[in-house]
């Protein structure tokens, strides 16, 4: 362990150096790559140091003992053994994880999609009830969102939704909502009071940047129409939604949420690159052995991840087994728990992987 954070410590000090130099700075791209690192470094750097601190003072008691002479002194010493040796333990499991290599997706923006699937109109109430939830959650993180693009459903909620979330570290945690949600209710459609099965998707794009993805611009069509739904006269009469469809892979991406043309251009091709990216992002992650064995790699959209059950209160979290009875908190935006108990899964799975020996 302690040779392994020999060298970090020399990458941390080797990128101190990097992220001053002039090259660097002018280079947006590698700059923000090295500030990453950087940041992630620190972290293990000062979990190192508290880990080496510690493990000289059990060296330094363990000396005490030895020598023998004063009894309190060496009783001191044998507590302070028994202390440091606990937070010792503990730190190893820590670092252990920290030092696991990260996913370099995760530091990215994301693209949110939610579409209402089976159960008519109560889908789409459910799709709007995950919208607000998400919402709440980014909210209570401080990350910024912004709709793209809605679809409303014609009893309230969304067909369709789709909006960008800004902050840090934004894809490592929603990555885990990628799946097919499930909720058992009674509907506000329903006469007799019987529970039904509803379902939404939602879809977590890393956001790409130009960077990462590189589109030939004769290869997208645009189209061009009125917008629809509320914001005005104008909304109605201008042509100021944007469509736009990448002709060599069939992908569409249009936005019609701003006023301005150029606006839902630029924001309808965000989309499209992070929809492109993710294509890319997928052919990799199936070529890559190790990812494939992870949770939640690509995201599968078919695979029922969580089911919400109303009248008992409930979300079940079906991949790894965990259950809750705190719906309503989480239905107002109290997911992280559930979050980090899927990092936890997955992390003891890529630790398992790696082998033991690797530390």
Not at 34 to 62: P, R
Not at 167 to 192: A, C, I, L, W
Request: net charge negative; glycine share 6%.
């Amino acid at each position: 362990m302690l040779d392994k954070l020999h060298l970090v410590k020399q990458r941390f000090d080797e990128v101190a150096d990097l992220i001053i130099q002039p090259d660097i700075i002018s280079d947006q791209k590698r700059y923000i790559q090295y500030s990453k690192e950087y940041k992630d470094l620190g972290i293990v750097v000062e979990k190192a140091n508290e880990y080496e601190t510690l493990l000289a003072n059990i060296k330094e008691a363990n000396a005490i003992i030895a020598e023998g002479g004063d009894d309190e002194m060496v009783e001191m010493a044998k507590m302070e053994i028994e202390t440091a040796a606990l937070r010792v333990d503990e730190l190893n499991e820590e670092i252990k994880f920290l030092l696991i290599p990260k996913d370099p997706e995760d530091a990215k923006n994301v693209m949110m999609e939610i579409r209402a699937g089976t159960g008519g109109d109560e889908a789409s109430i459910f799709a709007g009830d995950l919208y607000r939830m998400y919402t709440k959650f980014c909210a209570d993180k401080g990350w910024k969102t912004e709709i793209v693009d809605i679809s409303e459903g014609t009893s309230g909620g969304f067909k369709e939704v789709i909006f960008s979330v800004s902050g840090d570290d934004v894809y490592g945690n929603m990555k885990f909502e990628s799946g097919v949600h499930r909720v058992q209710r009674v509907p506000q459609t329903e006469t007799q009071g019987r529970v039904h099965t509803s379902a939404a998707t939602v879809m977590v794009l890393p956001e790409a940047e130009e960077f990462d993805v590189q589109i030939n611009m004769s290869d997208v069509r645009k189209d061009f129409f009125c917008s629809s739904g509320p914001g005005g006269q104008s909304v109605n009469t201008t042509y100021s939604a944007v469509r736009l469809t990448h002709l060599p892979t069939g992908l569409v991406a249009q936005c019609q949420d701003q006023k301005s043309q150029h606006k839902n251009f630029e924001k309808a091709l965000t989309v499209l690159r992070s929809r492109l990216y993710e294509m890319e992002l997928n052919k990799k992650l199936e070529e890559d052995s190790l990812k494939r064995k992870t949770m939640v790699s690509s995201g599968d959209r078919s695979a029922k991840i969580r089911t919400y059950n109303y009248p008992q209160g409930r979300v079940t979290e079906h991949r790894i087994g965990l259950t809750m009875y705190d719906l309503s908190s989480i239905m107002n935006g109290d997911i992280q728990k559930i979050i980090d108990e899927l990092k936890m899964a997955e992390n003891s799975e890529k630790l398992k992987s790696l082998g033991e020996d690797v530390f």
